[in-house]
């Protein structure tokens, strides 16, 4: 009869220090989740509102740029005026770069067109992207 209270038979299923018991791979826990680059885990809708907000900043930038772009194009192509869409284009044209009118007074139409348009355009991408950046990062 084998001596059963001296020492366990076979080394792996001691519980000895020196030979630990192997880790059942079957029934061992999932591997922790990845991390975002967000910081602190809160969950699956952590930040929905802010990226939300982000891009309709983002998106409504890009549409104002846009229309002051289309404008400038029309414009330079000499369209028809008395068409409805660039009546349209125009106005909006208008409306977006209100605050920036006559900024450059030159000899050459088109060139202040060009300019006068492309300011706020530019402004509209830099200040609407750098805002959705912004608000990204929370």
Do not use: C, K
């Not at 869409?85 to 009118?101: C, N, P």
Request: proline content about 9%; glycine content about 10%; cysteine-free.
């Amino acid at each position: 009869m084998p001596n059963v209270g001296a020492h366990a038979p076979y080394p792996s299923n001691s519980p000895s220090p020196y030979h630990p018991a192997q880790a059942d791979p079957y029934n061992a826990a999932p591997p922790p989740a990845p991390r975002t680059s967000r910081g602190s885990g809160r969950g699956n809708r952590r930040g929905v509102g802010a990226d939300r907000l982000a891009l309709i900043i983002h998106s409504l930038a890009d549409i104002a740029a846009g229309f002051l772009g289309l404008w400038i194009l029309l414009y330079l192509l000499e369209a028809n005026h008395a068409n409805v869409f660039v009546d349209f284009v125009h106005g909006m044209a208008d409306w977006l770069a209100g605050w920036s009118q006559d900024i450059f007074m030159m000899d050459t139409e088109g060139l202040r067109v060009f300019f006068n348009y492309g300011l706020p355009a530019l402004i509209y991408l830099a200040v609407g992207h750098g805002a959705a950046a912004w608000l990204r990062r929370l």
